[in-house]
Nanobody
Framework: QVQLAESGGELVQAGGSLRLSCTAS????????IGWFRQPPGKEREFVSA????????YSAPEIKGRFIISRDDSKNTVYLQMNSLKPEDTGLYFC??????????????????WGQGTQVTVSS
Protein backbone atom coordinates (compact mmCIF):
# COMPACT_ATOMS: atom_id res chain seq x y z
CA GLN A 1 0.00 0.00 0.00
CA VAL A 2 1.40 3.36 -1.04
CA GLN A 3 1.42 6.04 1.62
CA LEU A 4 2.74 9.58 1.54
CA ALA A 5 3.38 11.37 4.82
CA GLU A 6 3.79 15.14 4.88
CA SER A 7 5.32 16.83 7.91
CA GLY A 8 6.86 20.10 8.99
CA GLY A 9 3.86 22.38 8.90
CA GLU A 10 3.23 24.70 11.81
CA LEU A 11 2.34 28.23 12.84
CA VAL A 12 5.02 30.74 11.85
CA GLN A 13 5.26 34.52 11.66
CA ALA A 14 5.43 36.34 8.34
CA GLY A 15 8.99 36.45 7.07
CA GLY A 16 9.84 33.15 8.70
CA SER A 17 10.84 29.82 7.18
CA LEU A 18 9.66 26.23 7.26
CA ARG A 19 10.83 23.01 5.65
CA LEU A 20 8.16 20.52 4.68
CA SER A 21 8.94 16.86 4.11
CA CYS A 22 7.09 14.26 2.08
CA THR A 23 8.14 10.68 2.79
CA ALA A 24 6.82 7.73 0.82
CA SER A 25 6.29 4.15 1.92
CA UNK A 26 5.21 1.22 -0.21
CA UNK A 27 6.70 2.95 -3.26
CA UNK A 28 10.19 3.92 -4.36
CA UNK A 29 9.92 7.49 -5.56
CA UNK A 30 13.13 7.67 -7.58
CA UNK A 31 11.51 7.10 -11.01
CA UNK A 32 8.69 9.57 -10.41
CA UNK A 33 7.88 13.24 -10.37
CA ILE A 34 6.76 14.56 -6.99
CA GLY A 35 4.63 17.66 -6.61
CA TRP A 36 3.49 19.94 -3.82
CA PHE A 37 0.05 21.51 -3.85
CA ARG A 38 -1.70 23.62 -1.23
CA GLN A 39 -5.26 24.37 -0.31
CA PRO A 40 -5.83 27.80 1.23
CA PRO A 41 -8.85 28.19 3.53
CA GLY A 42 -12.05 28.20 1.51
CA LYS A 43 -10.26 27.71 -1.79
CA GLU A 44 -9.42 24.88 -4.14
CA ARG A 45 -6.14 22.99 -4.12
CA GLU A 46 -3.48 24.78 -6.17
CA PHE A 47 -0.10 23.90 -7.59
CA VAL A 48 3.01 25.01 -5.68
CA SER A 49 6.05 23.18 -7.01
CA ALA A 50 7.22 19.90 -8.54
CA UNK A 51 10.46 18.06 -9.15
CA UNK A 52 11.07 15.42 -11.77
CA UNK A 53 12.96 12.17 -11.39
CA UNK A 54 16.72 12.62 -10.94
CA UNK A 55 15.97 16.29 -10.21
CA UNK A 56 16.36 16.99 -13.92
CA UNK A 57 13.55 19.54 -13.94
CA UNK A 58 11.62 21.57 -11.43
CA TYR A 59 8.50 23.68 -11.69
CA SER A 60 7.20 26.48 -9.49
CA ALA A 61 4.10 28.61 -9.28
CA PRO A 62 4.87 32.29 -9.99
CA GLU A 63 3.85 33.39 -6.50
CA ILE A 64 6.48 31.24 -4.80
CA LYS A 65 9.43 31.66 -7.16
CA GLY A 66 12.51 32.93 -5.39
CA ARG A 67 11.06 31.98 -1.99
CA PHE A 68 10.42 28.21 -2.07
CA ILE A 69 12.94 25.54 -3.08
CA ILE A 70 12.00 21.96 -3.87
CA SER A 71 14.51 19.15 -3.54
CA ARG A 72 14.58 15.39 -3.21
CA ASP A 73 16.66 12.74 -1.48
CA ASP A 74 15.83 9.46 -3.13
CA SER A 75 18.00 7.56 -0.64
CA LYS A 76 15.50 8.66 2.01
CA ASN A 77 12.48 8.33 -0.29
CA THR A 78 11.71 11.94 0.64
CA VAL A 79 11.01 15.24 -1.09
CA TYR A 80 11.42 18.57 0.66
CA LEU A 81 9.92 22.01 0.25
CA GLN A 82 12.01 24.75 1.80
CA MET A 83 9.78 27.77 2.29
CA ASN A 84 11.40 31.13 3.00
CA SER A 85 10.05 34.66 3.40
CA LEU A 86 6.64 33.27 4.23
CA LYS A 87 3.58 35.45 3.75
CA PRO A 88 0.09 35.17 5.26
CA GLU A 89 -1.20 34.18 1.82
CA ASP A 90 0.97 31.05 1.99
CA THR A 91 -1.36 29.73 4.68
CA GLY A 92 -2.98 26.44 3.75
CA LEU A 93 -2.95 22.69 3.89
CA TYR A 94 0.07 21.44 1.94
CA PHE A 95 -0.10 18.12 0.12
CA CYS A 96 2.45 16.09 -1.80
CA UNK A 97 1.61 13.84 -4.69
CA UNK A 98 3.29 11.25 -6.91
CA UNK A 99 2.97 11.47 -10.68
CA UNK A 100 3.97 8.19 -12.28
CA UNK A 101 3.80 9.37 -15.89
CA UNK A 102 6.10 12.35 -16.38
CA UNK A 103 4.61 12.99 -19.81
CA UNK A 104 1.63 14.49 -17.99
CA UNK A 105 1.38 18.13 -17.01
CA UNK A 106 2.80 18.41 -13.47
CA UNK A 107 0.77 21.54 -12.76
CA UNK A 108 -2.54 19.71 -13.02
CA UNK A 109 -4.09 18.12 -9.95
CA UNK A 110 -5.69 15.27 -11.87
CA UNK A 111 -2.40 13.95 -13.25
CA UNK A 112 -1.21 12.66 -9.87
CA UNK A 113 -1.63 9.07 -8.79
CA UNK A 114 -1.12 9.19 -5.03
CA TRP A 115 -1.63 11.86 -2.37
CA GLY A 116 -0.76 12.34 1.26
CA GLN A 117 -3.09 13.67 3.97
CA GLY A 118 -1.45 17.07 4.14
CA THR A 119 0.33 19.23 6.70
CA GLN A 120 -1.01 22.58 7.90
CA VAL A 121 1.01 25.74 7.39
CA THR A 122 -0.26 28.89 9.07
CA VAL A 123 1.52 32.20 8.57
CA SER A 124 0.54 35.00 10.92
CA SER A 125 0.93 38.66 10.01
Amino acid sequence: QVQLAESGGELVQAGGSLRLSCTASGLTISPYLIGWFRQPPGKEREFVSAISSQSSSSYSAPEIKGRFIISRDDSKNTVYLQMNSLKPEDTGLYFCGVQKDEARNPLLLGTYDYWGQGTQVTVSS
